[in-house]
């Protein structure tokens, strides 16, 4: 009797972030993972990342800013989950913490996946994105769009249309549009280069959320044209015409970093991928460190050129499958 859970991390290609202003992004899944497990205990029990903590009950469900938040918001909005009798949730992640790849939200719906199982709910992949994105939103209160949560379930590579989806309307918003084109691709010549940096993504969308909900037609502006961006690199990217989606990205890195969604370390492995020759290069996630993405007709190449220009760590972007649910309760 026991539940195990995977999901993956993610990286925006084109696009992002406008999944939290009814935008389009393309985005792909890679195998870095989250696995959760659950298994039969005499109490309830959470081990997340090394951090352990024991619950007697609904009222330690309290958020504290530890590495274990994540489970205990994902058992606020499903508390009939400690009426199950004991249970030891255990996760792990290969994921670099903080890094861009939606780290934190990988973890969470690896959880969410192991909770439902646990709970016998049969929810779809659209149901399981939305209920992620809502415990992100409003319990964890993570300034956040959709791009993760429907990319970590869904994974592969995907077209992701966000139209209508106004994180800030109230009612029932309308799914996003998911469009597989990993079958479709002649190759995936995607690197991705983490700083090393360490940063908060919610820190770095909070100022330019205000600002688009303001009406700033910088932003506004910007990120209208950031979603054509992916619109017109889908086309590119199913022929192949990678110098073109190549540009694509730089226009698209071009308006985040204007905006001051950039960060000197981001800015300096860019530059180098550049240098060396990738078609394009821009942030994988929101900024101000994490990770950048780099297209480069010479992986190996270009991943030698980023550690000498000083890279913490090279990832190969291999879309790997969304949300996977093993054994039952």
């Not at 993610?10 to 195998?31: A, E, K, Q």
């Not at 309308?174 to 993504?201: C, I, K, W």
Request: hydrophobic share 40%; net charge negative.
């Amino acid at each position: 009797m026991s539940i195990r859970a995977s999901a993956p991390a993610r990286c925006g290609l084109v696009g992002n972030p406008t999944d939290g202003y009814g935008g389009t992004v393309i985005s792909s899944s890679v195998s870095e993972r989250a696995t959760v497990e659950i298994t039969p205990a005499s109490g309830f029990e959470l081990s997340i990342c090394g951090q352990q903590e024991t619950l007697a009950g609904v009222d330690d469900l309290r958020l504290t800013g530890g590495f274990t938040d994540v489970a205990k918001a994902v058992l606020l909005k499903y508390p009939e989950a400690l009426q199950t009798g004991g249970f030891l949730l255990h996760g792990d992640t290969t994921v670099p913490i903080q890094a861009g790849l939606a780290g934190s939200t990988v973890m969470l719906i690896a959880i969410l996946g192991g909770v439902l199982r646990l709970l016998g709910r049969e929810l779809s992949k659209y149901e399981i994105a939305e209920t992620a994105r809502d415990i992100e939103f409003n319990i964890m209160n993570v300034v956040c769009g959709f791009q993760d949560h429907y990319m970590v379930v869904f994974g592969g590579v995907n077209c992701l249309d966000f139209r209508g989806k106004d994180p800030h309307a109230a009612g029932d918003l309308p799914f996003a549009m998911v469009e597989n084109l990993e079958p479709y691709l002649p190759e995936f010549p995607y690197l991705l280069a983490n700083t090393g940096v360490q940063r908060d993504s919610g820190s770095v969308h909070r100022p330019l959320r205000q600002r688009w909900i303001e009406g700033d037609p910088e932003v506004v502006q910007g990120y209208e044209r950031a979603a054509g961006l992916a619109r017109t690199a889908k086309k590119a990217m199913l022929s192949g015409d990678w110098r073109t989606v190549g540009g694509l990205m730089n226009e698209n890195h071009v308006i985040q970093r204007d905006l001051g969604g950039s960060g000197e370390a981001n800015e300096l492995l860019i530059a180098a991928a550049l240098r060396a020759g990738a078609f394009g290069a821009k942030l994988a996630g929101a900024g101000k460190g994490g990770t950048i993405i780099a297209l480069h007709e010479d992986l190996d190449y270009l991943s030698g050129a980023l550690l000498e220009a000083g890279a913490a760590r090279i990832l190969r972007v291999i879309p790997s499958s969304g949300l996977t649910v093993h054994g039952t309760w």
